[in-house]
């Protein structure tokens, strides 16, 4: 019998890879034996280079490809070095993106202190920065009418945050942007190039540490109160998005598009 979920030889294309959800999903892909191109800010090549060597240790296929998400000529030299050397692109995930300390509004201060250039650069990275890569990478699965793209979606997409003002504006941008091209794919290119997004719920990670973490390491005002409102009671694990990402690439959803998907034990649909 078919396996839904099999992704062994798909070209993946990941954003934002050198990240904390990054490394996890990348390797993870790798596992299955999809191959995997991470592209990242030429800074964190470093860690590009030590991840593709650890998935071609365990037998896997990468490449670091530096990038800015913001620069569409330099996406499109990513695409042609992938072209180059694997010949398609199966699957998109958009995940650079991320928040900025001065796009905040903290409790002392209002939104009159708010740093709107902040705003806009956060809107930018997370709004234009997957519509840039989607534009370019789309155009190769448009030409074969088949793809899979995976946005990066937040809590903040669906009700706001306190605080985060550019990051909620960014990711509910984020989150129409994938309904509209959802959309507006499959009425031109048909059924077979899916658009979706994962909305992951609260992770531990360095980019939301000085929100969540006191200098003392222990956990801030406004981790309680998310723990309080999360009915599993703790933060999430990169490894828990992989079930739900794996999903969204593979055929096994291969009627869902435009969809939003939560992964945040409980958090949104829960009040008290
Ligand atoms: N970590 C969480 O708790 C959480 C929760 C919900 C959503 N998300 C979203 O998931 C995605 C990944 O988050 P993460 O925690 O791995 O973040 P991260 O900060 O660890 O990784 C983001 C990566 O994006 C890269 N990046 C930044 N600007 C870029 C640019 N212009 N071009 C190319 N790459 C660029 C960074 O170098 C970094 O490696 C983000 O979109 C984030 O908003 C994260």
């Known amino acids: 019998m078919k396996n839904l979920f099999d992704i062994q ?49 365990a037998g896997g296929q990468a490449l670091f490809l530096p990038t800015d998400v913001l620069d569409q000529p330099t996406l499109e030299r990513n695409r042609a070095d992938i072209l180059k050397a694997w010949g398609t692109v199966d699957i998109l995930l958009n995940a650079a993106g991320g928040n900025m300390a001065a ?13 709107v250039d902040a705003v806009r650069k956060v809107v930018d990275l997370n709004l234009f920065g997957t519509i840039y890569p989607t534009l370019v990478f789309a155009r190769v699965m448009t030409e074969k009418g088949r ?42 290119s048909g059924d077979g190039l899916r658009v979706n997004a994962i909305a992951p719920g609260f992770l531990l990670t360095h980019q939301n540490h000085d929100l969540l ?13 998310i723990l309080d409102h999360t009915p ?24 869902v598009t435009g969809t939003i998907n939560l992964v945040d034990g409980g958090f949104e649909s829960f009040s008290i």
């Open 9 to 57: 030889g798909k070209v993946v294309v990941m954003t934002g890879a050198c990240g904390v959800l990054g490394e996890t999903i990348v390797k993870y892909f790798a596992g299955q034996g999809a191959r995997v191109a991470l592209l990242d800010l030429p800074r964190t090549a470093e860690t590009g280079r030590r991840i593709v060597a650890d998935i071609t240790a």
């Open 103 to 115: 796009a905040t509004v903290p409790p002392d201060k209002t939104i009159f202190d708010l740093d």
């Open 147 to 188: 793809g899979s793209i995976i946005n990066f979606c937040s809590e903040t997409s669906f009700r706001p945050l306190t605080r985060v003002a550019g990051y909620g504006a960014a990711k509910s941008a984020v989150a129409s942007w994938t309904k509209y091209l959802a959309g507006e794919l499959a009425l031109k």
């Open 213 to 225: 973490v006191n200098p003392d390491g222990s956990l801030t005002d406004r981790s309680r109160k």
């Open 232 to 255: 599993f009671g703790r933060f999430l694990q990169p490894d828990e998005l992989l079930g739900t990402l794996h999903w969204l690439a593979s055929d096994a959803s291969a009627a």
